[in-house]
């Protein structure tokens, strides 16, 4: 089992960026895809971006596509999500999720098998 926590949300400005981390325990991420999805209040949960531990091949939502980078650094067991050009609609709860799949790249919350408990970003106009 993968334990998954998030870090570096917070309050940003439109236009502004922020990094967000996914330090896992208990596994090593060389056995899982990794995923980054968000909620905002009163929506479902929306696939953001995932990558391909293994492969290092990745997939974005077309509404951060071009913003949005996902990367991964072995040696921390950490997964990052650089987000560039903020704009109020990214205002969500934003979570990790580790996919048993190494290779898999998927964009629905149903393909991954663990998950952090979230982290507020919120950008102000």
């Known amino acids: 089992q993968v334990q998954l926590v998030e870090s570096g949300g917070g309050l940003v400005q439109a236009g502004g960026s922020l990094r967000l981390s996914c330090a896992a325990s208990?596994?090593?991420?060389?056995?899982?895809?990794m995923g980054w999805f968000r909620q905002a209040p009163g929506k479902e949960r929306e696939f953001v971006a995932a990558?391909?531990?293994?492969?290092?091949?990745?997939k974005y939502a077309d509404s951060v596509k071009g913003r949005v980078t996902i990367s991964r650094d072995n040696a921390k067991n950490t997964v990052y999500l650089q987000m560039n050009s903020l704009k109020p609609e990214d205002t969500a709860v934003y979570y990790c999720?580790?996919?048993?799949?190494?290779?898999?790249?998927?964009?629905?919350?149903?393909?991954?098998?663990?998950w952090g408990q979230g982290i507020q970003v919120t950008v102000s106009s």
């Open positions: 999720a580790a996919d048993s799949h190494p290779f898999n790249i998927v964009p629905r919350t149903s393909g991954y098998d663990y």
């Open positions: 208990g596994r090593t991420l060389s056995n899982y895809a």
């Open positions: 990558i391909s531990w293994r492969s290092g091949a990745t």
